[in-house]
């Protein structure tokens, strides 16, 4: 018998074409029904159990093969669905396997979304049972910020952090494991610093570029590591472009968005959407030094409020800031007269800025460095700003972290780099090799000689 469907009408396979990603219905009422996310949960777990081609991305994805294999079935439907929530709580949200490994992405009729479907699971779990007060303290960037950075406050929260007695107490009082790297904190703020260094140009527009940019320099760009403002100002000023930091911020909402507290994600978005877009209409772009805060204005809040037109204003003038380089480097409009080489680079690749679908322009802006060969690792460093803090999960975002940490000791680079610089310092905490981790903007300063 001939097969008289048409082309047209015949189910796409999602991974042939770009994935299609559906709004985040989290005011609904269903949305919040538990017996219609166990469903939802069933189908989708029994979908990635016959498949397991994510199997090696992250712990999500073993502990339920696992569930499934030990069950009396060994299918999911022998899975105690009071267990789904262990696979959820190895899901950081970092998007690569539905970017990069799923088959059944939509517009495949399967439309499976894994790490959005973690998200409601996290958002229940959350509505209906808290979270620990380490969990809230860890994803209230702003507010331990804001006190740890408070002047002789800050020393005194450095040196104990640094103090391998106190933070043995730290883990078995509050569980943040003895072995996991944390930020330090600055009272000199970027906000602070910043009239030193920063200058009116007249700016230059260029293709999808304004040639003025305002700059959410984040919790951790303003309070953890606020030279690496100078780097971008001096960086973009070097090639034309007028840059200035945002009037006044709150933090994105990416680790209240991990942890599931959608309500606060949405008072961090009603905080910070208004004087964004106000940039925006003013002719601004905007950049941030951090891939996970790109990646919430351009990705995250834009689904969860579909219907915000100043949230979509927003997520069109959002650039990573070395996508935003090459685009004018395209129009001709990037200086390329470097004084220093940077010799050989080792560049762990962020999963929140592989999954912006950009390319590596990090790695082709530096490649624009003469004597300089810049080697992408394209693995996930396990970090998840807190996953890789917790006494329960930080052993296990060490195994994620080793096929990185191996191959830049193989290297043996000059300099070892990533976007996101928890990330960076994760990987070189366990490296051999490496002994102070940079970011890609203090490297393309340092070639310029600024």
Same mark, same amino acid.
């Given at each position: 018998m001939s097969d008289t469907t048409s082309v047209s009408e015949r189910p796409r396979e999602g991974s042939l074409e770009a994935?299609?990603?559906?709004?985040?219905?989290?005011?609904?009422?269903?949305?919040?029904?538990?017996?219609?996310?166990?469903?939802?949960?069933?189908?989708?777990y029994d979908i990635c159990h016959g498949c397991r081609r994510c199997v090696s991305l992250c712990q999500a994805f073993p502990t339920l093969f696992d569930?499934?294999?030990?069950?009396?079935?060994?299918?999911?439907?022998?899975?105690?669905?009071?267990?789904?929530?262990?696979?959820?709580?190895?899901?950081?949200?970092?998007?690569?396997?539905?970017?990069?490994?799923?088959?059944?992405?939509?517009?495949?009729?399967?439309?499976?979304?894994?790490?959005?479907?973690?998200?409601?699971?996290k958002a229940v779990n959350f509505k209906n049972n808290g979270a620990s007060f380490r969990d809230k303290t860890l994803t209230n960037t702003d507010g331990v910020a804001k006190m740890a950075s408070i002047p002789l406050i800050d020393v005194t929260v450095n040196a104990l952090n640094n103090n391998g007695g106190f933070r043995k107490v730290l883990e078995s009082t509050l569980g943040v494991h003895h072995a996991a790297p944390v930020p330090k904190y600055h009272s000199n703020s970027l906000r602070k610093q910043v009239k030193a260094f920063k200058k009116s140009l007249e700016p230059k527009a260029v293709g999808r570029t304004t040639g003025k940019v305002a700059f959410y320099a984040t919790c951790y760009g303003n =309070?953890?590591?606020?030279?690496?403002?100078?780097?971008? =100002?001096?960086?973009?000023?070097?090639?034309?472009?007028?840059?200035?930091?945002v009037p006044k911020e709150a933090?994105?909402?990416?680790?209240?968005?991990?942890?599931?507290?959608?309500?606060?994600?949405?008072?961090?978005?009603?905080?910070?959407?208004?004087?964004?877009?106000?940039?925006?209409?003013?002719?601004?772009?905007?950049?941030?030094?951090?891939?996970?805060?790109?990646?919430?204005?351009?990705?995250?809040?834009?689904?969860?409020?579909?219907?915000?037109?100043?949230?979509?204003?927003?997520?069109?003038?959002?650039?990573?800031?070395?996508? =935003?380089?090459?685009?004018?480097?395209?129009?001709?409009?990037?200086?390329?007269e470097f004084k220093n080489g940077l010799g050989d680079v080792? =560049?762990?690749?962020?999963?929140?800025?592989?999954?912006?679908?950009?390319?590596?322009?990090?790695r082709d802006i530096l490649n624009l460095v003469p004597n300089t060969e810049v080697q992408a690792q394209e693995r996930c460093s396990g970090h998840d700003g807190t996953y890789a803090v917790k006494k329960e999960t930080h052993d296990?975002?060490?195994?994620?972290?080793?096929?990185?940490?191996?191959?830049?000791?193989?290297?043996?680079?000059?300099?070892?780099?990533?976007?996101?610089?928890?990330?960076?310092?994760?990987?070189?905490?366990?490296?051999?090799?490496?002994d102070k981790p940079e970011h890609p903007m203090t490297l393309l300063r340092m070639a310029y000689g600024l």
């Open positions: 994935p299609t990603r559906h709004p985040v219905d989290w005011q609904s009422e269903e949305f919040w029904n538990v017996d219609a996310l166990n469903e939802e949960l069933e189908r989708v569930l499934v294999d030990e069950s009396d079935t060994m299918e999911v439907d022998g899975v105690d669905k009071a267990d789904y929530q262990k696979v959820v709580d190895q899901c950081y949200l970092c998007d690569m396997c539905y970017m990069s490994k799923c088959p059944y992405v939509p517009p495949h009729e399967w439309n499976v979304d894994f790490p959005h479907l973690m998200l409601r699971a =309070y953890n590591s606020p030279e690496l403002g100078e780097d971008f =100002y001096k960086v973009f000023q070097h090639n034309g472009i007028h840059i200035e930091l933090c994105c909402g990416m680790p209240k968005l991990e942890l599931g507290d959608l309500e606060s994600v949405k008072a961090l978005k009603e905080k910070n959407i208004p004087v964004l877009a106000k940039l925006v209409d003013d002719g601004y772009d905007l950049t941030a030094p951090i891939p996970s805060c790109v990646l919430m204005y351009k990705q995250e809040l834009p689904l969860l409020f579909p219907d915000d037109e100043e949230v979509q204003k927003v997520k069109k003038a959002f650039f990573d800031p070395f996508e =935003y380089l090459f685009l004018r480097h395209k129009e001709g409009e990037m200086n390329t080792s =560049y762990q690749v962020a999963c929140h800025l592989r999954v912006q679908n950009i390319g590596l322009k990090t296990l975002s060490v195994k994620i972290a080793r096929p990185v940490v191996r191959k830049v000791d193989q290297q043996e680079p000059d300099h070892f780099i990533s976007d996101c610089p928890m990330a960076a310092t994760h990987i070189a905490n366990l490296s051999e090799k490496v």
